[in-house]
């Protein structure tokens, strides 16, 4: 069994109470035969796009132990649900058991905070936190470990030979 981490989007117009949406993720994990370790309400936002003419939805993230071969059947679980709009499933190996601990202590019907903010900005980065208004968005050469290509085919204008004058 490996660990695994879910990502689930639920239609908020049709799961409205926190049990349901932990109950649907606990039925999903017990028809693969997947031990359930956590199950935590991330958020619940307005969505980028809308998805099945729906607005908003609720994230509910998850970790659980599951059989690696049984995975495209919460795959194809998660595209038949009428309460799931979207998930996600990733193995993860960089959980902690003190991060797990940490998320067992959470309420689980109390949305999380995410740790970077809200993910436009990250400050850290010096590509964004060093850029001047106006200034190219993309990575310097020196930056990114890659040389700087000219994508151009046509010849310098030094070497073009002078055309007829005006018409």
Known sequence: MRRYEGLFL???AVAREWPAMEEEVRRLCS???AELLVCVKFDERKLAYEIARRKRGTYVLAY???PPERLNDIERDIRLSEVILRGLVL?????TEERLAQLRAHPADVPL???GGDGRRHDDDRRF??????EAQR???AETGRQAVSTSTAP???TLPPGPGPV
Do not use: N, Q, Y
């Open 91 to 95: 193995r993860t190996e960089k959980l």
């Open 64 to 66: 659980f132990d599951a």
């Open 10 to 12: 639920f239609d908020t």
């Open 156 to 158: 310098p204008m030094e």
């Open 129 to 134: 936190t060093e850029r001047r208004p106006g």
């Open 113 to 115: 905070t995410p740790l």
């Open 139 to 141: 990575a310097a050469p």
């Open 31 to 33: 028809r693969i035969g």
